[in-house]
T-cell receptor
Framework: SQELEQSPQSLIVQEGKNLTINCTSS?????LYWYKQKYGEGLIFLMM?????EEKSHEKITAKLDEKKQQSSLHITASQPSHAGIYLC????????????FGPGTSLSVIP | DADVTQTPRNRITKTGKRIMLECSQT?????MYWYRQDPGLGLRLIYY???????NKGEISDGYSVSRQAQAKFSLSLESAIPNQTALYFC????????????FGSGTRLTVV
């Protein structure tokens, strides 16, 4: 079965610094989702990537999909305290009958 | 109103008690899911339903049961709660015709003492 790994597991950065979170799949990626979760709350959809080399941005967050490496990266530019939370990646299965599987999450703290 | 509503938001219960967590959605999605989240373990699937007559076990269904009362409602029950079921529980919905991931509820924080 497919597994997703995320690195790093946790991250503490100074406000204003850039950072990158990686999500690596054990199998081919058919669709990759990024979610953000504020501590103890629900998950908010950030973006979805479907094609190799695809790159999407939302405000100061950019995500990229590297199909060959079976990996996606999430990059935050000039981090702010509002970026703090847990970032989870999720991957589509090969068919629409497959369920999305999720990585373990990366906990981000931003120090003012 | 939220697209996916979970009740209660927080619950403390005693070991051995039966408890039900409820989920309702206004998305019109056929597919609904229950996950639990534990620190460091991410989201683990408990049960899922692809339509009203379809119920499937996920990876950690032991100790749980579900009921799909209608397209919009999917309830999770703990028949006899135990402390290691203390977790954050999420309900989610999806539309297989549009691969846009899941829409999540705000979660239910359950503590079993």
């Amino acid at each position: 079965s497919q597994e997703l790994e995320q690195s790093p597991q946790s991250l503490i950065v100074q406000e204003g610094k850039n950072l990158t979170i990686n999500c690596t799949s054990s199998k081919t990626l058919y669709g990759l989702y990024w979610y953000k979760q504020k501590y103890g709350e629900g998950l908010i959809f950030l973006m979805m990537l479907q094609k190799g080399g695809e790159e999407k941005s939302h405000e100061k967050i950019t995500a990229k999909l590297d199909e060959k490496k079976q990996q996606s990266s999430l990059h935050i530019t000039a981090s702010q305290p509002s970026h703090a939370g847990i970032y989870l990646c999720g991957a589509d299965g090969e068919t629409s009958y497959d369920k999305v599987i999720f990585g373990p999450g990366t906990s981000l703290s931003v120090i003012p | 109103d939220a697209d996916v509503t979970q009740t209660p938001r927080n619950r403390i219960t005693k070991t051995g008690k039966r408890i039900m967590l409820e989920c309702s959605q206004t998305k019109g999605h056929d597919r609904m899911y229950w996950y639990r989240q534990d620190p460091g373990l991410g989201l683990r699937l408990i049960y899922y339903s692809f339509d009203v007559k379809d119920i499937n076990k996920g990876e950690i269904s032991d100790g749980y049961s579900v009921s799909r009362q209608a397209q919009a409602k999917f309830s999770l029950s703990l028949e006899s709660a135990i402390p290691n079921q203390t977790a954050l529980y999420f309900c989610a919905t999806s539309d297989p015709g549009q691969r846009y991931g899941y829409t999540f509820g705000s979660g239910t924080r359950l503590t079993v003492v």
